[in-house]
Structure formats: C-alpha cells, structure tokens
C-alpha cells in the first residue's frame, strides 16, 4: 500500500468482542452495519486509523469500516470541492476527516450534525484544550471533534547558532532582535554568493500569517467577513519581511518550493513551520530546536488542526459517535503525535515522554496556545487564499509595491466576499 491518492482500505475484524465497550449500551455489541470513513493525510495519519478502526472493531466485531483517504496534494478547497459533490451525488461518508480551513464552507451547507449534546455526554472530551472546541464552533454549534493541530513557530538549526555564537531565541524576541539575528546568520563566500540564508520569508499562506498575528493585526476582519488589507498594520508586516529580502539579504525571494530541504541541509538556519517538520528533522539528525515567533507588538502565532465530523444524515449516528471516540481517543492521538505530523489535541498525548523528547523546547507547542489565532478560514476560504498568496508573492518579489499590493488584494477579497454573501442569500 503505496498509493494512498485513489485507493479505499477495508477494514473490518471478526475478532470476538472484548467488553470494552464505549458505552454499556454497545458493550460487546452484536449490531452490524458498514461506515464509510473520509479521511486525510498519509501513511502515518492512516496507520494511526487503522489501529484505531481495529480496537473499535473489537467492540463492533461486525461493523466494517470502509476508509478513503485523501493526501491533501492540491489544497483544501480541492478537498471542499470533492466533498460537498459527494453530499449532491447521494453518497456521502458518515464520517470526515477535516481542517479547519474547512469548517465554515460545510457548516454553512449544513452537512454535518451538531455535537454539543455528545461532548457534553462525554466528559473525557475536557482532556481537550477548550480554544480548540471554540474554534470548532460555526454560529454557536459545534460540528467537530477536534484532532491534531499545528501551530506556526520558529525552527531553527542550534549548529548554526552555536557557529555564530549566538544565544537560543527566548520568548519575547522582538522583530528588531529577530532581523539582527538573520543578519548574523546570513553567511556569503568571497565571490559575494549567499551560502547560508538566515531565514526564509514563507511562501505559503499558513506559514506567513503568524507574522501578521505577532503585529496585532490579520488580513481579513475578526469575524472573517471582509478583508483588513488597508489596515497599516499590514503593511508595516509586509514591509518588513519585504526589507529581510531586498534590504537586508537574509532571504530568497519566496518561489514555488518551500526550502525545507534546504533547511535540513544547513543552508537554512531559521524557517517557520509547524510540528510536522520533526520527523524529518529526526531523521536526518538535524540539531533543531523551536521558539515561539518574534513580536511586534504581542505574542502571537496561528493554528490550524484536524477534526472529525458526522454526516448530519448518517443512518448509523449512534455507530458513527463511537467511531468517533475511537478515532479521537487518548491512544489514538499519543499513536499519531509520536508517529509525528502534528500536535495532538489531547493534553495527555502531548505530554508524553516520547512527544516531548525532541525538539528540546516541545513543550512551547502547548504554551502557544492561549495565544494562537486560527488560520482565516472562511467559507470562501479557496478564494481568500489565491487572492492573498498571488498578491503576497508579487509584493515580496518587488512586482507590486506594497501599497499597490494591498489595494489591490483588498478589492479582490470584497468582491469575493461580496459573492459568498449573495450565493448564501445574505
């Protein structure tokens, strides 16, 4: 099973049950049925459902559960796409893996069932840090349970700052402090060819938006309905990642491939990621350690994370709840945050010897989180995100001035926003 792009994994146990029910009412249950789970992510995510899929069968011995998953290759508004045509063909999953770039374009079509009245039911659910369910609310429903999370920090190569002679970052580093350190980072040969870049200006949208977050300010209004590029404030982030390009020569300009390799190389000596970095950096015995990203004028970074959902007219609710607590369970989530690819949402599997082993500072994951600010995710998500990154790149490549930039952006996503409204009858 190498493939993961167009394959279904059937999974299903006749082992005999073994009375560790999830509730007394399915203890050793004898119901069965056939769920149909979508998930996401790769071989690691799918290892940790299949053992999951595996102890609830052991309480369901004669339920299969049937798993597509998704490898997220093109993007979330792909992922919206296929699965809102799955809801109007008539063939819907019970069950979806989902992120929260995600969360407003189905909760506003209404496609999967409300959950209060289950995480009320099921107390284990407070091992949960409480923000995650915050954001897992659409109108005052929640409609997810939440999984793993990544949160936007600094990592950064220890070799390199030893090299240089330069003290670990500590929380509270400022913008000024963070531009000299790139400085000193940078190394060029003799010819005047940079060698070794101090950090590299993200490309993504994810990556870049805890800049803005650290200088009290994002690209759309709080509640995500309008843009907030003519805010000065985005401008003043925007410039200055633009002067760690072209003023200061710390950085690339940002192109089509994010420079992890390069970073794992040691040509590399800070980049902004989140935690899904570390079994690569694992791997190559790369000396890494994390800091929570510089401030302006507050501590801030963003958040993006894995849910689950139901399908809101599943014929098999009271079996998709337990597949669900299977999934969201504490083994599961200590299972896949050592297997690595993201923070799990349970405090408990983030507390564990193995996931705080490396990097050093894992322990700052969590102590982001009363700080951390979700990704803008918008039902127009898809849109918001082109429209941003196109204008973002050319800023950064010097194609649009920056005050050029942000008008432009600007008109572009109010007229998205302008269509979201009219296509939702607002």
Same mark, same amino acid.
């Given at each position: @099973?190498?493939?993961?792009?167009?394959?279904?994994?059937?999974?299903?146990? %006749?082992?005999?049950?073994?009375?560790?029910?999830?509730?007394?009412?399915?203890?050793?249950? #004898?119901?069965?049925?056939?769920?149909?789970?979508?998930?996401?992510?790769? #071989?690691?995510?799918?290892?940790?459902?299949?053992?999951?899929?595996?102890?609830?069968?052991?309480?369901?011995?004669?339920?299969?559960?049937?798993?597509?998953?998704?490898?997220?290759?093109?993007?979330?508004?792909?992922?919206?796409?296929?699965?809102?045509?799955?809801?109007?063909?008539? =063939?819907?999953?019970?069950?979806?893996?989902?992120?929260?770039?995600?969360?407003?374009?189905?909760? /506003?079509?209404?496609?999967?069932?409300?959950?209060?009245?289950?995480?009320?039911?099921?107390?284990?659910?407070?091992?949960?840090?409480?923000?995650?369910?915050?954001?897992?609310?659409? !109108?005052?429903?929640?409609?997810?349970?939440?999984?793993?999370?990544?949160?936007?920090?600094?990592?950064?190569?220890? #070799?390199?700052?030893?090299?240089?002679?330069?003290?670990?970052?500590?929380?509270?580093?400022?913008?000024?402090?963070?531009?000299?350190?790139?400085?000193?980072?940078?190394? !060029?040969?003799?010819?005047?060819?940079?060698?070794?870049?101090?950090?590299?200006?993200?490309?993504?949208?994810?990556?870049?938006?805890?800049?803005?977050? =650290?200088?009290?300010?994002?690209?759309?209004?709080?509640?995500?309905?309008?843009?907030?590029?003519?805010?000065?404030?985005?401008?003043?982030?925007?410039?200055?990642?633009?002067?760690?390009?072209?003023?200061?020569?710390?950085?690339?300009?940002?192109?089509?491939?994010?420079?992890?390799?390069?970073?794992?190389?040691?040509?590399?000596?800070?980049?902004?990621?989140?935690?899904?970095?570390?079994?690569?950096?694992?791997?190559?015995?790369?000396? @890494?350690?994390?800091?929570?990203?510089?401030?302006?004028?507050?501590?801030?970074?963003?958040?993006?994370?894995?849910?689950?959902?139901?399908?809101?007219?599943?014929?098999?609710?009271?079996? %998709?709840? /337990?597949?669900?607590?299977?999934?969201?369970?504490?083994?599961?989530?200590?299972?896949?945050?050592?297997?690595?690819?993201?923070?799990?949402?349970?405090?408990?599997?983030?507390?564990?010897?193995?996931?705080?082993?490396?990097?050093?500072?894992?322990?700052?994951?969590?102590?982001?989180?009363?700080?951390?600010?979700?990704?803008?995710?918008?039902?127009?998500?898809?849109?918001?995100?082109?429209?941003?990154?196109?204008?973002?790149?050319?800023?950064?490549?010097?194609?649009?001035?920056? /005050?050029?930039?942000?008008?432009?952006?600007?008109?572009?996503?109010?007229?998205?926003?302008?269509?979201?409204?009219?296509? @939702?009858?607002?």
């Amino acid at each position: @099973m190498t493939n993961i792009t167009r394959r279904s994994v059937l999974l299903s146990s %006749a082992a005999l049950a073994a009375g560790l029910g999830l509730s007394r009412a399915f203890a050793q249950s #004898d119901v069965s049925a056939t769920l149909r789970l979508q998930a996401f992510g790769g #071989d690691a995510e799918l290892a940790g459902i299949k053992n999951a899929i595996e102890r609830f069968n052991k309480k369901y011995p004669n339920v299969e559960v049937v798993v597509s998953i998704d490898p997220i290759s093109t993007g979330w508004g792909d992922y919206v796409t296929k699965v809102i045509g799955q809801f109007t063909s008539g =063939s819907p999953a019970d069950v979806y893996g989902t992120a929260i770039e995600t969360f407003q374009s189905f909760s /506003a079509r209404g496609l999967f069932m409300p959950l209060d009245d289950f995480i009320k039911a099921n107390p284990g659910f407070s091992d949960f840090a409480p923000s995650l369910f915050e954001h897992c609310a659409y !109108k005052g429903v929640i409609n997810y349970i939440p999984i793993g999370w990544n949160n936007i920090m600094v990592n950064y190569n220890r #070799d390199l700052f030893d090299k240089a002679g330069l003290a670990y970052p500590k929380r509270g580093w400022t913008w000024d402090e963070f531009r000299e350190i790139s400085k000193k980072l940078t190394v !060029k040969d003799s010819a005047g060819n940079t060698t070794q870049f101090g950090y590299e200006v993200p490309n993504q949208n994810f990556f870049v938006q805890s800049w803005f977050f =650290s200088n009290g300010t994002s690209i759309l209004n709080k509640d995500w309905t309008a843009s907030n590029m003519l805010d000065p404030k985005v401008a003043e982030t925007l410039q200055f990642l633009h002067d760690l390009i072209h003023v200061d020569g710390v950085s690339p300009i940002p192109g089509a491939e994010t420079m992890d390799n390069q970073f794992v190389a040691g040509q590399v000596a800070m980049i902004s990621r989140g935690q899904w970095i570390v079994q690569n950096a694992k791997a190559n015995k790369l000396n @890494m350690d994390i800091a929570v990203p510089p401030k302006k004028t507050e501590e801030g970074t963003i958040i993006g994370f894995g849910a689950y959902a139901i399908a809101a007219k599943t014929e098999q609710p009271d079996l %998709a709840k /337990a597949l669900v607590l299977e999934l969201t369970s504490e083994e599961t989530q200590r299972e896949q945050g050592e297997r690595g690819g993201g923070v799990p949402g349970r405090k408990s599997a983030a507390s564990t010897e193995a996931f705080l082993a490396f990097p050093p500072s894992a322990f700052l994951y969590y102590e982001t989180l009363p700080f951390a600010h979700a990704v803008p995710s918008p039902a127009n998500f898809q849109e918001v995100e082109k429209i941003f990154i196109r204008h973002y790149t050319a800023m950064m490549s010097g194609q649009e001035t920056i /005050a050029a930039g942000c008008q432009a952006a600007d008109a572009e996503l109010n007229q998205s926003f302008a269509r979201l409204k009219a296509q @939702m009858g607002g």
